[in-house]
């Protein structure tokens, strides 16, 4: 009989398979989908015409994505809306916070977080 080598121990620690050793998983980031951003980005340009807001950012993480919108590029947002779907059971996964940090408004609908922006758009339009 003809001896084909010494066997290498696998994950398992038996003998007579190749070693096989599983790749850690990082979780996926969290990102905003396409209506989404759309809709998002349709407000932000809607308040850059009424010239409150100038400059954005986009931060995406593997517990939270958000979008913070400036009215001057060196200042703290002005609001920062955040998608985080851990909380998407619990209070809902859109988060809209003020200059401040302050929790302006939870849901579980992206136009209802966003309401709070849109109506102070509308008293801008008007007056």
Known sequence: ?????PSVPNASGLSGGPNVIAFPRTPPQVG??????MRILDLYGRMVAAGEWRDYAMNFDRQAASFSAFRRAAERPQARIEKCPALR???????LYGEGGQVLKRGHELAGVLFPIERRLLKIVEG
């Open 89 to 95: 059971g619990k209070q809902g996964m859109w988060t």
């Open 1 to 5: 009989m003809a001896e084909s080598g």
């Open 32 to 37: 905003f989908e396409r209506v989404e951003l």
